[in-house]
């Protein structure tokens, strides 16, 4: 006997007709989620390229002529982070050294310049880490739920195929088959929402611990250059060269 099951009596479009309104509904949040996780990751990813971008420049800020010039190197970009951690450790710097005309008596006065630069720097690198991990919630969970949904889609389309077969009094192949294969199609919908968003997510972590290293990396060298007044590569390079010529000397 032959099957009356063809490849256009069941599939996506199949299922949209049949489906409740539960079913309508997972189908359209699944969507949803598929679209706002596809639009984090391209934006991320995006804002992730023009960071890189930036940072290739802090090099170049060293070998500036002044501070003005570094900054001009680096880039006046509203979302430069490496421009906003320079000028805010310059700020700070000149705040607690008093040439920015503040005279007022303030509770920070109690702390050194080191502190003082130190503590701005970090709160510019904390600001920096937020706007990073903004919209990265989405990806987590997306990834975290999506599975969950097109299950919760499955169960419910096996319940309904069931309860029908129940009523109609036939066990067929044809008859289970095409119904409980459409309720599947639920599950892998939610695993293909769900693996994207993980990947995405993965990806986008890796992305950003490396540039807030680089960022850790920039404010070690501004504390020095803001305390000390040098680099800390050129300084223990110069270090090196008055051990080296007092070995000599003996």
């Not at 005309?101 to 880490?129: K, M, N, Y």
């Not at 540039?211 to 501004?222: D, G, Q, S, T």
């Amino acid at each position: 006997m032959e099957s009356s099951i063809t490849p256009n009596t069941f599939g996506l479009a199949h299922l949209w007709a049949q489906g409740d309104v539960v079913i309508r509904t997972i189908a359209v949040l699944l969507l949803l989620m598929s679209v706002a996780s596809w639009v984090v990751i391209v934006l991320k990813t995006l804002d992730l390229r023009r960071y890189r971008a930036q940072a290739r420049h802090v090099e170049a800020f060293w070998h500036s002529r002044d501070f003005a010039d570094g900054l001009a190197r680096l880039g006046d970009q509203a979302d430069n982070p490496f421009y906003l951690l320079a000028t805010q450790g310059r700020e700070a710097a000149a705040h607690i050294r008093g040439l920015d005309g503040e005279r007022t008596p303030q509770l920070h006065d109690g702390f050194d310049v080191s502190d003082w630069v130190t503590r701005a720097l970090r709160h510019a690198i904390d600001d920096c880490v937020a706007r990073l991990q903004s919209g990265l919630w989405i990806l987590a969970s997306v990834g975290s739920t999506a599975p969950f949904v097109g299950l919760f889609g499955t169960v419910w389309g096996i319940y309904h195929a069931l309860i029908g077969i129940g009523i109609s009094g036939s066990a067929g192949l044809d008859q289970v088959a095409g119904p409980i294969g459409e309720a599947l199609i639920m599950t892998a919908l939610g695993l293909a929402v769900a693996i994207p968003a993980v990947l995405g997510y993965n990806a986008l972590v890796r992305g950003h611990k490396a540039l807030v290293h680089r960022l850790n990396r920039f404010a070690h060298e501004l504390h020095a250059y803001f305390v000390t007044g040098a680099r800390v590569g050129a300084a223990t390079a110069d270090d090196t060269k008055v051990r080296a010529l007092r070995t000599d000397a003996r």
